[in-house]
């Protein structure tokens, strides 16, 4: 059962300044010119709490952490954040284009509390393996802050969309945030704040299973943090927003591979052990690898790869079923490459990149020894795996857009 609470959110007031300049992408998704530039924006921006600057004199008692405390702290006793004066939910929507298309989508969330849940109790259902990392450097900030931040992205499933005829009835009126962030999305908020309203959106909800589709990091985190704090108020409940996986607005974009830096790398010997195992055809130019991943029959194995010193482009195909991200993992990493999973976990030798051509740009100007080109996954491939209890790798999926940092902040103790 998905057990959904209203909650007295904080949110940035009239005289924090514009939203556009004090709301953030998702921490693990601001690079260094990207943090630079919101602190450039303002001294309230929430990068200076989520993605603080580390410094060389930091100590125990001075660091990125004990900074982000203060900040939020600061925020609250100037006015710089405001309470919410009751409880409610609140309709978030995105309005969006496609990149690299001109097709445009409406994205339509819920944000609520939700429980904290063991993933065993069968409520909460995950996609993907996570890092070690981020989720050490989310729980210091969680410790020091006792807030949430961004909403976790969360998916059930409502054929009928009753859930989204409600949000629509709350998007009808003025919004109390409208912005657009840097890549064109436009985001809006309203607040549900009838009782009636509420519970009949609870109602909805309580027989759904709930998928994450972003955010397993700091979900994982929260339940860490709750079972440090079993007598925290409000340590067994996180900030989510809630999407049906049957509305039309969602999308998903693939996130390709990188590899640099392995020893003794050789692309031909690479090349002649996959061939053992794959389908191996060499084409001209990127485009012909992108109408080949395009022309892949769903459901069988295809994906692209270049390589270091070589100028053509390969598809990788497999006579068997299964999903490309999971191959390329178990099979071709593990096995041609010989990447271990700790390796993967750890982020050795891979990065994650969006964008096709950005991701085969990488083996010609930045020295990656290979880069590996996915097909986008459907959300119902997504579902399938979690709900019969499996995993995919790390960064399977890319929902795209982001939901935005700060667009709602819950302090864990209220």
């Not at 459907?378 to 579902?383: D, N």
């Amino acid at each position: 059962m998905a057990r959904i609470h209203p909650f007295r959110a904080w949110r940035f007031a009239p005289a924090a300044g514009d939203p556009s300049n004090l709301l953030t992408q998702p921490y693990d998704k601001i690079s260094p010119e990207m943090q630079e530039r919101y602190f450039s924006l303002s001294p309230y921006n929430l990068a200076h709490v989520i993605r603080g600057r580390s410094l060389p004199s930091d100590s125990d008692a001075d660091n990125v952490y004990t900074r982000a405390a203060a900040h939020l702290n600061d925020w609250i006793a100037s006015g710089i954040l405001a309470r919410e004066p009751e409880p409610a939910l609140f309709a978030y929507f995105q309005k969006f284009q496609e990149p690299e298309s001109s097709r445009t989508y409406l994205r339509k969330g819920l944000i609520a509390l939700g429980e904290v849940e063991d993933y065993s109790r069968g409520t909460v259902y995950r996609h993907e393996l996570t890092h070690s990392g981020p989720k050490r450097d989310r729980l210091e900030l969680l410790r020091h802050t006792r807030a949430h931040f961004g909403q976790l992205f969360m998916l059930y499933d409502d054929p009928l969309l009753e859930v989204d005829a409600l949000l629509d009835r709350a998007a009808s009126g003025a919004p109390l945030t409208r912005l657009h962030d840097e890549y064109g999305a436009e985001h809006s908020l309203w607040p549900i704040r009838d009782p009636a309203e509420i519970e009949r959106i609870r109602l909805l909800l309580a027989p759904h299973k709930l998928l994450i589709a972003d955010g397993h990091h700091r979900y994982e985190t929260a339940i860490a943090f709750r079972d440090e704090n079993p007598g925290l108020a409000g340590a067994h409940r996180v900030m989510m927003t809630l999407v049906n996986m049957s509305s039309p607005g969602l999308l998903i974009l693939p996130t390709h591979r990188v590899v640099a830096g392995l020893p003794d790398f050789d692309a031909s010997r690479v090349l002649s052990r996959a061939s053992e195992v794959f389908q191996v055809e060499e084409l001209p130019s990127l485009d012909a690898l992108r109408a080949r991943l395009d022309s892949a029959p769903s459901g069988r194995v295809c994906f692209g790869g270049l390589f270091q010193g070589h100028s053509g482009c390969f598809a990788f195909a497999a006579g068997s079923d299964g999903l490309d991200v999971a191959v390329l993992h178990d099979v071709f990493l593990a096995r041609v490459l010989g990447l271990s999973p700790d390796a993967v976990r750890d982020e050795r030798h891979i990065r994650y990149i969006r964008g096709f051509q950005v991701a085969a740009e990488q083996v010609a100007a930045s020295g990656a020894q290979a880069a590996f080109l996915l097909r986008p996954l459907q959300v119902r491939q997504v579902a399938d795996v979690a709900f019969a209890g499996g995993v995919m790798p790390q960064k399977s999926t890319d929902f795209y857009p982001k939901l935005l940092s700060g667009m709602t902040i819950y302090r864990l103790e209220e």
